[in-house]
């Protein structure tokens, strides 16, 4: 556990700097653009008002109340967020090759640590997944700032109720339940763990290794929805909870056969 947490610091360490630069860029594009955008829905009511001498009243009947949907559905609110999953993305590779590819090679350093090689796999797959929640976490708080910021420049005679379920893509961002939590950053966890050990095997077979990669992560992706395209071929044979079931049962056969080859490859077919 030591050294698994020792080597967490260190992950985390080499990314924040970039993550902090994240940070900012999500906090500045969304600060702007709620007043923005709030300032700019103003605009027009007191344009509309105007030049149709229309009350507040008359004005909502007419053409309704804002949504701060508007706000999240803006480049302002959504492109800081889709760039830095890009940039997620890129690194759950770079997380790897950049230990094969830096200075010095670092990755024979890492394997040479008095500790299960496992533990470097462990310790990557969780700094990707805290990097995710971080963000999550990031999200839910400027939100709450973000409507606060909206309430100052637009009445709220003029807005409509907001909730998270207001919107699909926030819904599927922040679930209600454990459950709905548990479920959809557990699919993320699984595609990240079969990613690394997809790496790992391009790693320990070199250019033959790109195809055996290519094939193990379409057989983990077809062993995964097996369960739902099984009951669509059935006619929808199964119950729903029977399906999520057997979706349960593969995602932790998916999930410890990942962690398996990894550690296998690790300790027998990558070398030092």
């Given amino acids: 556990m030591k050294h698994y947490l020792k080597l967490l610091n260190f992950e985390v360490n080499r990314f924040f700097k970039l993550y902090l630069t994240l940070?900012?860029?999500?906090?500045?594009?969304?600060f702007i653009g709620a007043i923005v955008v709030s300032k700019g829905y103003m605009n027009g009511v007191d344009q509309v008002m105007y030049k149709n001498q229309l009350s507040m009243s008359q004005y909502t009947e007419e053409y309704?109340?804002?949504?701060?949907?508007?706000?999240?559905?803006s480049g302002w609110f959504l492109l800081p967020i889709f760039f830095s999953i890009a940039i997620l993305m890129i690194y759950v590779f770079f997380i790897w090759y950049?230990?094969?590819?830096?200075?010095?090679t670092f990755i024979y350093r890492l394997l040479m640590l008095p500790t299960e090689r496992i533990t470097i796999y462990f310790s990557k797959l969780t700094t990707i997944m805290?990097?995710?929640?971080?963000?999550?976490?990031?999200?839910i708080v400027l939100i709450s700032i973000e409507m606060q910021i909206v309430n100052s420049i637009i009445?709220?005679?003029?807005?409509?109720?907001?909730?998270f379920n207001d919107d699909y893509s926030l819904e599927r961002l922040y679930p209600n339940t454990l459950t709905e939590f548990i479920l959809i950053y557990g699919v993320g966890l699984i595609f990240v763990a079969v990613l690394f050990t997809a790496i790992?095997?391009?790693r320990s077979y070199g250019l033959q290794g790109i195809f055996i990669a290519i094939v193990y992560g379409m057989l983990?992706?077809?062993?995964?929805?097996?369960?739902?395209l099984v009951n669509r071929f059935l006619n929808g044979y199964f119950y729903s909870l029977e399906v999520f079931l057997l979706e349960l049962v593969m995602s932790v056969i998916v999930l410890v056969s990942a962690?398996?080859?990894?550690?296998?490859?690790?300790?027998?077919?990558i070398r030092v």
């Fill in 220 to 228: 983990s992706s077809g062993v995964f929805i097996a369960p739902l």
């Fill in 130 to 139: 805290l990097l995710v929640l971080g963000l999550v976490a990031l999200q």
């Fill in 259 to 269: 962690i398996w080859i990894a550690n296998h490859l690790l300790k027998y077919k």
């Fill in 64 to 73: 309704g109340l804002f949504s701060f949907n508007q706000f999240v559905g």
């Fill in 23 to 30: 940070i900012g860029l999500i906090i500045v594009s969304q």
């Fill in 200 to 202: 790992l095997i391009e």
């Fill in 155 to 163: 009445p709220t005679d003029l807005q409509s109720h907001f909730s």
């Fill in 98 to 104: 950049r230990d094969w590819f830096g200075k010095n």
